[in-house]
């Protein structure tokens, strides 16, 4: 139990039961490959506000879309090619509701990463891009490696991140007691996708040693 809510809470570890498939192949007109996977999550318990014990039990049906392809750009690099990269994670929520501390009923989360190398694969930048829609939060990563030797390299990158928070409503059985005032009384907040760590930009240096 919460001592300064004076309620009780209960903790399980969940069975989920989960179907699901996957296929990759190459296609030849775009010399590009491809992969498809597809799950199926029966009665998972989502966070919903308008329950008293704020869950809801839904069904969540997840596609995921990849492609690559190392494509040339000779103006920047004559020498290798640029490995592109997508991926397209699409959720659908059987069930979803407005009180839902999830977004829904649809999610879609996208990545596109792209590297290549240079100085015969001593020098290794490369870029990730991170885009959540439904939450509008995301990321920048890039990082740049030189290696020195087969043991040795050091890596230099930033992790910028954006998101934002989202109103809900008010749940029926808070989690705390205290006295809501104030324009937003009767709303609960949430940060979704990547806002949770929106504030938490990085700039790294890492040095490895391999032995």
Same mark, same amino acid.
């Given at each position: 139990?919460? =001592?300064?809510? +004076?309620?009780?809470?209960?903790?399980?570890?969940?069975?989920?039961?989960?179907?699901?498939? +996957?296929?990759?192949?190459?296609?030849?007109?775009?010399?590009?490959?491809?992969?498809?996977?597809?799950? =199926?999550?029966?009665?998972?318990?989502? *966070?919903?506000?308008?329950?008293?014990? +704020?869950? /809801?039990?839904?069904?969540? =049906?997840?596609?995921?879309?990849?492609?690559?392809?190392?494509?040339?750009?000779?103006?920047?690099?004559?020498?290798?090619?640029?490995?592109?990269?997508?991926?397209?994670?699409?959720? !659908?929520?059987?069930?979803?509701?407005? *009180?839902? *501390?999830?977004?829904?009923? =649809?999610?879609?989360?996208?990545?596109?990463?792209?590297?290549? +190398?240079?100085f015969d694969d001593r020098l290794l930048p490369g870029m990730s %891009?991170?885009? $959540?829609?439904?939450?509008?939060?995301?990321?920048?990563?890039?990082?740049?490696?030189?290696? !020195?030797?087969?043991?040795? /390299?050091?890596?230099?990158?930033?992790?910028?991140?954006?998101?934002?928070?989202?109103?809900?409503?008010?749940?029926?059985?808070?989690? /705390?007691? /205290?006295?809501?005032?104030?324009?937003?009384?009767?709303?609960?907040?949430?940060?979704?996708? %990547?806002?949770?760590?929106? $504030?938490? $930009?990085?700039?790294? %240096?890492?040095?490895?040693?391999?032995?």
């Amino acid at each position: 139990w919460t =001592w300064a809510g +004076g309620k009780e809470i209960a903790l399980h570890y969940e069975r989920r039961n989960i179907l699901g498939f +996957g296929m990759d192949f190459a296609e030849d007109f775009t010399k590009s490959n491809w992969g498809f996977e597809f799950t =199926w999550e029966k009665d998972v318990l989502l *966070a919903d506000n308008d329950q008293f014990d +704020g869950l /809801s039990e839904v069904d969540r =049906w997840n596609w995921t879309i990849s492609v690559d392809r190392p494509t040339f750009i000779n103006f920047l690099n004559q020498n290798r090619t640029f490995f592109i990269n997508t991926q397209w994670f699409i959720q !659908y929520v059987s069930g979803h509701e407005k *009180a839902f *501390a999830s977004n829904g009923p =649809w999610n879609v989360l996208a990545v596109l990463a792209i590297n290549t +190398g240079y100085f015969d694969d001593r020098l290794l930048p490369g870029m990730s %891009l991170v885009y $959540d829609f439904g939450s509008n939060s995301g990321a920048w990563l890039p990082q740049i490696t030189y290696r !020195y030797s087969s043991n040795f /390299s050091v890596t230099f990158g930033l992790a910028m991140f954006v998101g934002r928070e989202e109103a809900r409503p008010m749940a029926i059985s808070p989690s /705390s007691l /205290s006295n809501r005032t104030g324009r937003h009384a009767y709303k609960d907040f949430v940060e979704n996708g %990547l806002s949770a760590v929106r $504030d938490r $930009d990085e700039i790294f %240096l890492k040095v490895r040693y391999t032995f």
